[in-house]
């Protein structure tokens, strides 16, 4: 095979097939040409070309057909669709059936030259980066729960503990971590799997309206009630019920669910009969319970109730070294459901999902593959695919670094168990200095530092982590100003005026 690469132009046009090949080969490309799209497969599937410039308009099989054979016998190469009609369903179309680019006739030299190099770069990015290849524990796929590390191996210990018993499980933790989906887990293991799992979203239910759809309503109970209706809590006898964002609901539907909770009966809206129901509960929320509680805008004894056992999941910050099976499973699901082609993530894109924060959790990232997998060009997600805050944000790491436990901080979920009558103890969120786990790299320790501070504090970094310097060169030279300069390698003077600037006298 020859060195330079090599280009197909299949083009029943002579003319234009005449003028692209030299063009091309004056520019060190190797080209072949065919005048037909039968001719051309024929010449694709011998030599394998590294791009292909097609046209879309020719007699017999016409370019979106050839388009279509060829992504079977040449998966890898780079195809550029050439069509003198720009519609925007030409594109759609070219770029459906797996077309690198297209280009409008006609074109000029440099546009073609510059389109066949942006073609060769991606066909080289694709077969040379290294794809990565996670270790992984696919049995978490069949649960539909994903997590080696060590925070959501906890997890799973308590959804085992209490998926048995009927207590009362309240699941805290940051939007898209996967409250539903653990309460969806604790159901499939309980003795109540076979009965109805109903997850109500309360902050997305109009006030007026969340009584009824909990509780159902009587006929003629309120304008528009036109029929009797069942509510959640009935329709779920047996079952298991999910109220989400819970610190949402007002104090006369909490009294309501308290008493559905503590004696198993509802009354509906409008109604006098007292129905009985055996519904177990979970519920969550990712607000501070605690101070709605303070504030008196949440009853305290449906607190207790809730907080019977409490789980807190991490933040996909806080377990990083889950981000490569949860990406392989999300790309099993994709390509299973035929919804995108991508199965892997190259090395390099890899260690940018694993430097990158995820704000918004699993269902960030969830979407983030999914855009970048409808994206991709072939089976890898590359780069240049990934969407631009995470490209603009990650501090990429290498993936097989992160070892087994959580890069920047672990948290064991937030669990304490009670009898049914007594309260839970509220267990606060874990402090800068409590991490539990060890960064096992000094590079590891200013990255969770730093995501540290950024969740806490909106700006002024420097200034925050440098009072915390001082405070604990302080402590260590026991209030010794001169050495404490020196350890912090500034002047006395200075140390003096941050003493003041910080208020630490
Ligand atoms: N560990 C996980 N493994 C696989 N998928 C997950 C995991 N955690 C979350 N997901 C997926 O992420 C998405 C968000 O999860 P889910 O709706 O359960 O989050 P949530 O915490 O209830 O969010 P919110 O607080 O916004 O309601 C879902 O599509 C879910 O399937």
């Known amino acids: ?115 066949t190099e942006k073609a060769l770069g991606a066909y080289e990015d694709l077969n040379q980066e290294k794809s990565y290849t996670p ?89 528009g009630a036109t029929t009797q209706r069942r509510g959640k809590f009935e329709l779920c006898d047996g079952g298991t019920i999910f109220l989400d964002e819970i610190g949402d609901m007002t104090l006369s539907t909490q009294t309501k669910i308290l008493r559905a909770i503590q004696e198993g009966e509802i009354q509906r809206v409008g109604g006098t009969e007292t129905i009985k129901v055996d519904v177990r509960l979970t519920a969550a929320t990712n607000k501070d319970l605690e101070q709605l509680v303070e504030e008196k805008e949440f009853r305290e004894d449906l607190y207790y109730r809730l907080n019977v056992v409490r789980l807190r999941l991490p933040a996909l910050r806080e377990r990083l070294v889950d981000v490569p099976s949860l990406v392989d499973f999300m790309l099993q699901k994709l390509s299973k459901g035929r919804k995108t082609k991508a199965k892997r993530v190259s090395e390099e894109a890899m260690g940018i999902l694993c430097g990158y924060p995820w704000p918004g959790n699993v269902r960030e990232l969830e979407n983030a593959i999914y855009r970048s997998a409808v994206i991709a060009q072939g089976e890898t997600i590359l780069k240049k695919d990934l969407p631009d805050d995470v490209l603009s944000a990650s501090k990429p790491v290498d993936p097989s670094r992160l070892g087994t436990s959580a890069p920047f901080e672990a948290t064991a979920p937030d669990i304490s168990e009670q009898e049914a009558n007594g309260p839970a103890p509220v267990t606060p969120e874990p402090l800068l200095g409590e991490t539990k786990v060890e960064p096992s790299s000094l590079k590891d320790a200013y990255d969770m530092l730093y995501h540290k501070l950024r969740e806490t504090a909106d700006e002024n970094l420097l200034g925050v982590l440098e009072k915390e310097m001082l405070i604990r060169a302080f402590e260590e030279m026991e209030g010794n100003q001169v050495k404490t300069a020196s350890l912090l390698g500034i002047t006395r003077a200075t140390l003096r005026k941050r003493i003041e600037q910080f208020d630490l006298k």
């Open 1 to 115: 095979m020859s060195e330079s690469p090599t280009v197909l132009v299949i083009d029943d046009d002579t003319d234009l097939r005449y003028s692209l090949e030299r063009v091309l080969s004056s520019n060190g490309y190797n080209v072949l040409a065919a005048a037909s799209g039968e001719e051309g497969l024929k010449v694709a599937e011998k030599e394998q070309p590294t791009v292909i410039l097609l046209d879309n308009r020719m007699g017999g099989m016409s370019g979106m057909e050839t388009l279509q054979h060829l992504r079977h016998t040449n998966r890898d190469a780079m195809i550029i669709l050439m069509t003198a009609f720009g519609t925007t369903q030409t594109a759609i179309e070219a770029m459906k059936f797996g077309a690198f680019d297209y280009i409008i006739k006609p074109f000029d030299t440099k546009k073609i030259l510059s389109l």
């Open 135 to 223: 270790v992984l524990n696919t049995e978490d796929y069949e649960e539909g729960i994903v997590g080696s590390s060590e925070p959501m191996q906890e997890v799973f210990k308590v959804i085992g503990q209490v998926a048995a018993s009927d207590v009362t499980v309240m699941i805290t933790g940051e939007s898209g971590t996967g409250k539903e989906l653990v309460a969806r887990c604790i159901c499939q293991h309980s003795h109540r799997s076979s009965k109805p799992f109903i997850a109500v979203n309360c902050a997305a239910i109009p006030e007026n309206l969340i009584e009824s759809e909990l509780f159902g309503h009587e006929k003629g109970s309120f304008t």
